[in-house]
Every structure is written in structure tokens, then in C-alpha cells.
């Protein structure tokens, strides 16, 4: 049976606007200050928005069914602003297994201010600012778990007592244990949401979104090359064309497939849930343990106001499957990421595991930062992908910036010239 509904829990207001609104997996993050990273200070950064980036010449009229291909966070953000925006465009999003099956479901949440080269600096600035005004606006602290975080980078060596007192160190990790600690954000600069809450929320947020569940298999084109809409195919084998003025492909790793010229990549990453039995403080950590056999591991573990969240390193062991809810894991490399944290914490050593999971990570292939914008040589057709591990931080930035683009003709609240799909072509 084919799987189609429509939210209409937020139907648009009779007349006038719509009131504006007032959020990773982290396998591994780049941490401030690490070589491998094109860290800068805001300060240091051109963070003015580009006034004639991206125009409106693609379109010749105001768009008036848009299709979002990808049902994870940035595909569920773009579909929000859309719905939200004054010219009232019709939305529908398509997603082949269900809202925030893959890493937008099993993400670690951490969003970070200022972490940021200077290609995404001005996005990641614009998507913390939303993320906390949306979480203002639709009490985002309950339904998502929202909360502003102190992030530190920690030191130790399994088996090993540091010779001297270190301060700053959390009271859930084993005392004497650790070696070092290091502050990588503040209250100020970092916080969390549970990702899937999150996707989940804002999709119920949304205004007359219409929500299918079913495979896009090809986007088609009039013979101008303007797009004319999707071809979805469903669990029963139905095959259906969805018609549409402009169509959004936000798919993660699964992007290529519609958009082969879009060079996206991706990596595994294995991550587990834990249960304690007493709630922990709100400190996320980077780690740095030196194990007994000589070799050094660096598991991120993220406390949730109901839960404890670890991931650990990625792998290209598995390809990536059609379907993301047939994402394979390896509880193996599962095990040992709890076997890694329960070094630094017997809290987590002791805890009960709720969740053993594995997601794909799209890594751009070409350039700087993720593809956010019209697609070279097609007509209505916009990308928003290659995220990394910051997709859940920048998501709904990314859904605002193609709402301006798409609706407005220019993207004119961040500076994402060098995002651009186009240098893949120049």
C-alpha cells in the first residue's frame, strides 16, 4: 500500500504573511585549532551577505509547487521556510523511508557558533541564530531538547592516574582519570538539540506540507530543460509523477543518484545511546584516550537531558544502500565505543545501551563546504548537500537561504558565494 499524508496541523492564515520565526552527527567534528581545519575567528571573517549571489534569472515567474527531495534535517528545514514564506508557494516533501531515518535521525545534535572556515562561517552564524529562535518559538527546549552546552576537549591514558589534581573536570568522569582538560566552547557558543525531535517537530510546524513517502527515481524535464517535476516510485510498485515548478534535492549521500554531477561522497558512522541512572551535567566532550595497547581514540560523547549519546570514528566498509533504512550495522565497532568511553566514565561503563546505530555522512568531493543553490545546466532544479558532519548545525540556514533563492530571486541573509554548485563546473 502506498504511504501518502499531509500535515495540516499549522493551515496558513487566511490573508497576510505568516509571522517569521524568533539546529550531527559528529563523526569526527573539526574541532577548533586541529591542523586539518580552516578555523578562524568571526572577527576575521567576511560575514556580509552577497546581494547579487545566485539570482533570480533561472526563473521567469514566482514558483508555485516546489518539491523537496529528502526527508533529513536540511530537506525538513528548506520544506519548513518554504511553507512559511509570504508567496505562499505549495510544498510537498518526498522521502523514500521516513522523516529523519538516516544521519538526521542518529546524530549527535551539537551546534557550535563559531567553529567555522570561512566558507561557512556566515552560514553557521545565521543557523545558530535560527535554531534558537525556533526552539524559542515552538518550545523547542521540551519537544527537542534543546539546551545550551559547555564543550571540552579531555586527555587520558586507560590504567593510568595523573600525577597531579586537574580542575574543571566533570564530576561523572572517573575521578583521577583525567589528565587534561581543555575548554572548546561556551554556553554562549555551543548548545544541542536531538536531531530527530527536531526533524519530527518542524515538519509538524510546517504549513500545508503535504509529506510522501516513496522513491524518487529521476527528475524530469520539458524539453527546454526546465524541470517539469519527479517521477516517485512506491512499496507496491506504483509509479507516480509529482509535478512541480521547482525541485529541491537535499538527499545527503543519496544525491548523486539524481544529480550525478554533483560530486558528493560518504562515510559510515557507528554511534550508540545510553541510559544512567542519574542524569549527567551538560557538558559535551572530545576525547583523546591513549588505550593500554599504545593506540590513541577519540570517541565525542554528548550528554541529552534523558539520555547519553557516543559516536566513534567512520569507515567505507559498508556501501551505501538504496534505502537508508537498510543502513547495515556493525555492532562490533559499536562495542567498542562503548569499551573506549567507559575509560573516562563508569557511569557510562554501567549504563543500559538503548541504541546501537549506524548513518552515512555526505562529504563534498570538490571545494569548500556543502552545494547550496541552482544546479548547473538544469532549469529549476537547486541542490542543498555535502553538510559533513555539520549538517544538523547548519540545516536550517541552508532551508532559509533556498527559500530566499527560490522565492525571492537572491540569497541575501548569509555570504555563501564559494557554496555555489556552479564552481563544480568552472
Known amino acids: 500500500m502506498r504511504r501518502f499524508f499531509t500535515f495540516l496541523s499549522h493551515p496558513s492564515p487566511p490573508s497576510g504573511p505568516p509571522p517569521s520565526p524568533s539546529l550531527l552527527l559528529q563523526t569526527p567534528l573539526a574541532r577548533p585549532g586541529n591542523n586539518n581545519t580552516n ?17 533570480w534569472s533561472k526563473l521567469s515567474s514566482m514558483p508555485k509547487k516546489v518539491v523537496v527531495v529528502g526527508g533529513g534535517i536540511v530537506g525538513v528545514s528548506t520544506a519548513y521556510y518554504l511553507s512559511h514564506h509570504e508567496t505562499t508557494p ?3 516533501l518526498i522521502e523514500a523511508s521516513s522523516i529523519a531515518c538516516g544521519a538526521s535521525g542518529k546524530a549527535g545534535g551539537l551546534l557550535a557558533l563559531d567553529w567555522h572556515g570561512n566558507d561557512t562561517a556566515s552560514l553557521a552564524r545565521l543557523s545558530y541564530q535560527l535554531h534558537a529562535s525556533l526552539a524559542q518559538e515552538f518550545n523547542g527546549r521540551e519537544r527537542w531538547g534543546y539546551r545550551e552546552l559547555t564543550t571540552l576537549e579531555i586527555s587520558c591514558t586507560e590504567g593510568k592516574t595523573p600525577t597531579r589534581h586537574v580542575a574543571g573536570v566533570p564530576d561523572w568522569l572517573r575521578e583521577g582519570a583525567i589528565s587534561k582538560v581543555g575548554n572548546l566552547g561556551t554556553t554562549q557558543s555551543t548548545a544541542q538539540v536531538h536531531p530527530r525531535r527536531f526533524c519530527e517537530a518542524i515538519v509538524k510546524e510546517s504549513r500545508d506540507l503535504e509529506v510522501i513517502i516513496g522513491y524518487v527515481s529521476k527528475i524530469i524535464h ?18 507516480k509523477t509529482i509535478e512541480a515548478d521547482v525541485v529541491v534535492v537535499a538527499a ?21 545511546t545510553i ?11 572530545f576525547t ?16 541529552r537531558p534523558d539520555e547519553i549519546y557516543a559516536c566513534g570514528d567512520v569507515d567505507k566498509l559498508a556501501p551505501l544502500p538504496k534505502f537508508a533504512r537498510d543502513v547495515k550495522v556493525d555492532e562490533g565497532r559499536c562495542r567498542q565505543v562503548i569499551k573506549n568511553i567507559s575509560v573516562v566514565s563508569e557511569l557510562l561503563e554501567k549504563g543500559d545501551v538503548t541504541a546501537m546505530q549506524a548513518c552515512y555522512l555526505p562529504y563534498s568531493e570538490i571545494g569548500p563546504g556543502p552545494s547550496i543553490g541552482w544546479v548547473p545546466g538544469m532549469r529549476n532544479v537547486a541542490v542543498a548537500t555535502g553538510h559533513s558532519c555539520w549538517g544538523i548545525c547548519n540545516a536550517p540556514a541552508t532551508g532559509k537561504l533556498l527559500t530566499e533563492l527560490i522565492c525571492e530571486g537572491r540569497i541575501s541573509s548569509a555570504n555563501i558565494q564559494s557554496l555555489d554548485p556552479g564552481r563544480y563546473t568552472r
Open 275 to 285: 541510559s544512567t541512572k542519574t542524569p549527567v551535567s551538560p557538558h559535551a566532550l
Open 90 to 92: 505549495s510544498v510537498t
Open 252 to 272: 545527503g549521500p543519496w544525491t548523486t543518484r539524481l544529480l550525478p554531477n554533483i560530486p558528493v561522497s560518504t562515510q559510515r558512522a557507528h554511534s550508540v
Open 39 to 55: 578555523h578562524q575567528r568571526l572577527a576575521d571573517i567576511d560575514l556580509a551577505p552577497l546581494k547579487n549571489y545566485n539570482t
Open 222 to 239: 520539458h524539453d527546454d530543460k526546465k524541470v517539469r517535476g519527479v517521477e516517485v516510485e512506491f512499496d507496491n510498485h506504483e509509479v
Open 288 to 303: 583523546n584516550i591513549k588505550l593500554k595497547n599504545g593506540s590513541m581514540v577519540t570517541p565525542e560523547i554528548y550528554p
